[in-house]
């Protein structure tokens, strides 16, 4: 019996850590695979040039990918083909897609500048917008950050 639980669990999270990886690729154009990824040439994302959907979506894909956390990851997911509401006029930034299962994503600005970002009723931590820009510069994840962006609608709290 616990062979079977433990085959099921393994299988579970291979199954979904593989989807995360493609949905990855997809959106920044890198593979898993070396043969498969794509070169394309990305300009650096600059704090100073970021406009709020893309502010956004690099909290996004920070708390996704530096966190490794699925609810992030999954809104990810959902933010390649759904639109992504922010709600940025609100003690805490909402963020959540249309197609996603579960509301637990939202992070809050301090009165420092930094994003603490939460999962779940957790924090993951708190990063200011420089460290989550180099971050994704030094991931090359600017793809991904520029296509979500796309993706996103900004919203009023009483929307």
Do not use: C
């Not at 990855?24 to 898993?32: D, E, P, Q, R, V």
């Not at 990824?37 to 704090?47: A, F, G, Y």
């Not at 520029?146 to 009023?156: D, G, M, R």
């Amino acid at each position: 019996m616990v062979a079977v639980i433990a085959s099921g669990a393994t299988y579970y999270f291979a199954t979904n850590q593989n989807s995360v990886q493609e949905a990855t690729a997809k959106i920044t154009g890198h593979s898993t695979n070396p043969s498969q990824s794509m070169s394309k040439k990305v300009s650096k994302l600059k704090v100073s040039s970021l406009t709020l959907q893309q502010k956004n979506a690099a909290v996004m894909v920070y708390a996704a990918m530096k966190y490794k956390d699925r609810n992030w990851q999954h809104l990810i997911e959902n933010g390649q083909s759904h639109k992504v509401d922010a709600i940025n006029d609100h003690p805490q930034v909402i963020i959540d897609a249309e197609n996603n299962r579960n509301g637990l994503t939202d992070y809050s600005i301090q009165p420092s500048g930094a994003y603490r970002i939460f999962s779940y009723r957790s924090t993951l931590g708190e990063a200011t917008s420089n460290e989550i820009v180099e971050y994704i510069n030094t991931h090359n994840y600017e793809n991904m950050v520029n296509q979500l962006s796309e993706n996103i609608v900004l919203k009023e709290d009483n929307d």
